[in-house]
């Protein structure tokens, strides 16, 4: 029981003790009349202490059992989530491996057979995607002091070499820059990335693409915003769900699984994420870490 509970729980006691002697003391030619009042009161006293901590001190065995059921439940769906995905790549493997070999053997070279090649490719890359996902939920992970803005300019690097987009860069250096996480450095990169290709997959040579960071309250707020095509609306609430896409990114090539890896890194490292997005205007992906040294 926390000291608090403690002041509140005898906080009845408290008060009938003031009570008993008071009336003990107002008058010497009542006491004999005070006196078994007071020795009531003292009993009752007692007995409302008693209750009120028993009360209390079950209350906190009910919910810290709560909590432990609510823990638990959690973890055994995150397992069987895991299980499930370790079956579809253990069943899907095989056969894509299969049709893959046929077609790669085949002397004609029909529309038919290339599209069968296309789709499985896009197959074998969605199976090892989910491998990763299944993986990145219970693999161990490096605990060590990451800067945030070491990590924002080697992703905005990155991705001017491979796509020769200008990713804009604001982060603060006064009063000071932003402070560690604790976190694992390749996941945290890979995070941050998927979210920066995302925003020029989907936007245009000319768009803006921003990275912008700020702390806040104790914890790192990255925002990646681009100028794109945006998300419709109907579409933000799922999109970092697994295997989920917008409406209208089916001309972009794509598994679903880019933003729901970066979810399952963000709350491995205790952080959220969270997407802004208006069709035709543009996304802004907001991933917030708490500030934190090993």
Do not use: C
């Amino acid at each position: 029981m926390t000291g608090r509970r403690a002041l509140f729980a005898a906080l009845p006691t408290v008060a009938l003790l003031v009570l008993s002697v008071t009336a003990f003391a107002v008058d010497r030619r009542t006491i004999t009349v005070s006196a078994p009042l007071g020795a009531a009161i003292l009993v009752a006293a007692a007995v409302a202490g008693a209750i009120t901590v028993v009360a209390l001190t079950w209350r906190g065995h009910v919910d810290r059992a709560s909590s432990r059921a609510e823990r638990h439940a959690l973890e055994a769906a995150a397992a069987e989530h895991r299980r499930f995905l370790d079956r579809l790549d253990h069943e899907l493997k095989n056969p894509i491996t299969a049709i893959r070999a046929a077609v790669a053997v085949s002397e004609a070279a029909t529309p038919q057979l290339t599209a069968i090649d296309t789709q499985t490719t896009r197959m074998a890359r969605l199976v090892g995607d989910l491998r990763k996902l299944g993986e990145l939920q219970t693999a161990p992970m490096e605990r060590i002091p990451v800067d945030p803005g070491g990590i924002v300019a080697d992703v905005a690097a990155t991705i001017r070499d491979a796509h020769r987009r200008e990713i804009r860069v604001t982060l603060p250096s006064a009063p000071w820059p932003l402070p560690a996480v604790t976190g694992d450095p390749d996941l945290l990169f890979t995070a941050v990335h998927n979210v920066v290709a995302n925003a020029v997959k989907y936007s245009e040579p000319g768009d803006a693409v921003e990275i912008r960071g700020i702390e806040r309250s104790g914890r790192i707020v990255l925002e990646v915003a681009d100028t794109g095509r945006g998300i419709p609306t109907a579409d933000v609430p799922s999109v970092l769900q697994e295997l989920a896409r917008g409406s209208n990114a089916r001309d972009r090539p794509g598994s679903g699984l880019g933003l729901a890896l970066v979810r399952t890194i963000v709350e491995r490292h205790d952080g959220t994420v969270s997407v802004d997005s208006h069709e035709g205007r543009g996304t802004r992906v907001s991933i917030e870490f708490p500030v934190g040294t090993v």
